[in-house]
């Protein structure tokens, strides 16, 4: 499973924008890219995904690399209520084999 | 769509005893995916089921765990004699979406074997 790599922990200031890196250096060309997070003592909650193009929805948006070997996650203002942690994960669009594969993810911290 | 409901949200039980976390996805989905977390640990993915049939699992799925899904609308995980080593949040998710390729997971089950 081709794998991602992110900060442990990032932090950021209420209202202000948010830029969480996720490298993926060995995606393949039937790859997604998503985006989940995880608040405390919540379940897992689908963020964004995105192949090639860059991803707006009411969440978030997702920019991807023109080589697709990176990609950023942006809060445009982040709220306290998005102190999570933030995982980028790589899932193939072929074929039956749906799982995800999570990682640590990024703990991101929202300062009032 | 409405949630994804999970029971019990928690459960204490003594090792060896038999455990069965349940899950009511809406019975039009075809595919669903019991997740586990380990306190302070990665989320692992232990099974995915398919059109009453489990696609896939991983390591962790060993003969103890069992998914059925028994009436067309609630998805069950049973897990046989209990293990110190299975006290976890269990998560179950179901695909949705353009091809199902969104989870939409619930609270999870926290449960606790002394």
């Known amino acids: 499973d081709a794998k991602t790599t992110q900060p442990n922990s990032m932090e950021s200031n209420e209202e202000e924008p948010v830029h969480l890196p996720c490298n993926h250096s060995?995606?393949?060309?039937?790859?997604?890219i998503h985006w989940y997070r995880q608040l405390p003592s919540q379940g897992p909650e689908y963020v964004i995904h995105?192949?090639?193009?860059?991803v707006n929805n009411r969440m978030a948006s997702l920019a991807i690399a023109e080589d697709r070997k990176s990609s950023t996650l942006i809060l445009h203002r982040a709220t306290l209520r998005d102190a999570a942690v933030y995982y980028c994960?790589?899932?193939?669009?072929?074929?039956?084999?749906?799982?995800?594969?999570w990682g640590l993810g990024t703990s991101l911290a929202v300062n009032p | 769509e409405p949630e994804v409901t999970q029971t019990p949200s928690h459960q204490v039980t003594q090792m060896g005893q038999e455990v069965i976390l349940r899950c009511v996805p809406i019975?039009?989905?075809?595919?669903f995916y019991w997740y586990r977390q380990i306190l302070g640990q990665k989320v692992e993915f232990l099974v995915s089921?398919?059109?009453?049939?489990?696609?896939?699992k991983s390591e962790i799925f060993d003969d103890q765990f069992s998914v059925e899904r028994p009436d067309g609308s609630n998805f069950t995980l049973k897990i046989r004699s209990t293990k110190l080593e299975d006290s976890a949040m269990y998560f179950c998710?179901?695909?949705?979406?353009?091809?199902?390729?969104?989870?939409?997971f619930g609270a999870g089950s926290r449960l606790t074997v002394l």
């Open positions: 089921f398919y059109n009453n049939e489990i696609s896939e």
């Open positions: 995105g192949l090639t193009s860059n």
């Open positions: 998710a179901r695909g949705t979406g353009i091809g199902a390729n969104v989870l939409t």
């Open positions: 019975s039009n989905h075809l595919y």
């Open positions: 060995t995606i393949s060309g039937t790859d997604y």
């Open positions: 994960i790589l899932r193939d669009r072929a074929g039956n084999n749906r799982k995800l594969i």
